[in-house]
């Protein structure tokens, strides 16, 4: 959609950890019905960890170890899931009125993505829209957007990611063990990409900016002219930045603990774990799930068919649709060893399929 407006267009600079999140939040409460579309360029002079709105800071981040070194938390307003962000970051805002969007919310993204797609591909990076949300290049992400209603507007972000922290993102989470969190670094590894790697250098920033704004135009045929922020939403930023380091805002959503762990690497690809009793101790099953299948799949545990079988668990199970019955069938065919255990082979399938509930429809 589009109409014979103009957009605002602010290039914020560096600004702190906390101002890159509470801009956009500000602009979505601070607008009227007279406030332009605005666009927002912008990066932040530190890192931190982002949470989305609806996660229990205790449960997805190891929180004594980001007091330890000094990393902040926020907590934002839109949905989705917790990041690692730094100054190899480069934010994409929107903040719109709802008349000037479609409706339907994969078209807004499909419409969002198409200016940074086109900037990607001029720096020679032949990147992809991946529904519903996100930018791919072969097969790997680069670019995660969210979306939110503040106030009254409509609020869409991505990013241009000039390089990542994998290690940083991988040691902030809270991880059942170090198994799990090696998994999920190796995983980021594999299927997030970023301007170094796929280039080996990282462009200048200032050519990113230049392409993204000529293509916004072109996209949407609406000119982008430079604007600045109001009084009113300089206030609002301020009150803001207090509010949203507060813990009542941080810890505003908590969860009961869990034996469960799930978490996202892009779209199709999810890391999630168990740890359930048996009559001789602990076992934990740890999956690697692309799409409806098991990737990979880890078992520790101490009871005799677990260990006994670990390896040949593994070795039946990766690969399998992650669906009651093949499940079944894939499990017994080591009822003809030595180890088989009847009542472990369900107590096992049982957690698999508590995992696979864990994880969101695609």
């Known amino acids: 959609m589009s109409d014979n407006t103009t957009i605002r267009f602010i290039d914020a600079g560096r600004v702190s950890f906390i101002r890159s999140q509470t801009i956009y939040h500000a602009l979505g409460y601070a607008q009227t019905a007279d406030t332009p579309d605005t666009i927002v360029l912008v990066r932040p002079d530190s890192p931190y960890m982002c949470l989305g709105f609806f996660q229990d800071a205790a449960t997805e981040l190891d929180l004594d ?49 198409k ?23 072969n097969g ?44 999920f670094s190796n995983c980021l590894r594999q299927y997030l990409t970023t301007i170094k790697k796929e280039l080996g250098v990282t462009p200048k920033s200032a050519i990113i900016k230049k392409n993204y704004v000529q293509f916004c135009e072109k996209m949407l045929h609406r000119k982008l002219v430079p604007g600045q922020f109001t009084q009113g939403e300089l206030q609002l930023m301020s009150e803001l930045d207090e509010k949203m380091q507060t813990d009542e805002w941080l810890f505003q959503h908590q ?40 990737e990979a799949i880890s078992i520790e545990g101490l009871t005799s068919f677990f260990v ?18 093949n499940l079944t069938k894939q499990i017994n065919k080591l009822k003809t060893t030595d180890y088989w255990n009847e009542e472990e082979a369900k107590q096992l399938l049982s957690e698999i399929i508590k995992i696979k509930k864990l994880k969101p429809a695609n």
């Open 65 to 113: 170890f980001c007091k330890k070194i000094g990393l902040p938390i926020v907590r934002r307003e839109q949905g989705g899931g917790c990041v690692y962000i730094d100054d190899q970051q480069l934010f994409v805002q929107w903040i719109f009125q709802q008349k000037s969007l479609p409706l339907n919310v994969g078209h807004r993204f499909r419409l969002f993505v």
């Open 308 to 325: 006994n079988a670990k390896q040949t668990l593994e070795q039946v199970l990766t690969g399998a649709i992650l669906e009651e019955k």
């Open 140 to 183: 790997k992400k680069i670019v995660g957007t969210g979306a939110a209603r503040i106030g009254s507007a409509e609020i869409i972000t991505g990013n241009f990611l000039f390089d990542f922290n994998f290690g940083a993102m991988a040691r902030a989470l809270n991880v059942p063990n170090d198994g799990f969190r090696g998994d």
């Open 115 to 137: 200016p940074l797609i086109e900037t990607y591909k001029k720096i020679g990076i032949d990147a992809y829209f991946h529904p519903i949300n996100d930018v791919h290049v």
């Open 255 to 294: 969860k009961p603990s869990e034996n469960f762990r799930m978490v996202k690497i892009h779209g199709a690809v999810f890391i999630g774990a168990s740890s359930f009793d048996t009559p001789s101790g602990k076992t934990t099953v740890r999956i690697r799930m692309k799409d409806n299948l098991i």
